[in-house]
């Protein structure tokens, strides 16, 4: 599959995080992120009929990221993008292996520590 993709459809700012799962002196693993990376990326918001197609709650808020394949993406790692968190459900490069396609839905916990 390949997407529509020029860098100049990269204007918005997001965040890669992975939550820390590594215990504490106590053996207590905490609940902060760290972050892996930054990325320029095409965000676009679903709406509610974009939504039935993924499966998901209609009030589940999902947005798509399209930027360049980076190979630190996971699932389950943590995306900010506007002061939100998303996390990956999904992700699949484009058949060139240049541009990926980014799924992800908004975490309904918002209450992170963002370590660096």
């Known amino acids: 599959m390949r997407h529509n993709f020029t860098s100049t459809r990269l204007n918005h700012y997001v965040e890669f995080f992975a939550k820390n799962d590594t215990p504490n002196d106590y053996g207590v693993i905490g609940d902060d992120l760290v972050r892996v990376f930054d990325a320029r990326a095409d965000v676009e918001v679903k709406s509610g009929s974009q939504l039935e197609k993924f499966g998901v709650a209609l009030t589940s808020s999902v947005i798509t990221c399209l930027m360049w394949v980076n190979p630190l993406i996971a699932s389950k790692q943590v995306v900010r993008w506007e002061n ?21 839905e908004r ?3 918002q209450s992170f520590k963002v370590g660096v």
């Open 84 to 104: 939100d968190y998303y996390e990956v459900r999904h992700f699949a490069p484009s058949g060139d292996n240049k541009s990926m396609l980014v799924t992800c």
């Open 107 to 109: 975490l309904g916990d």
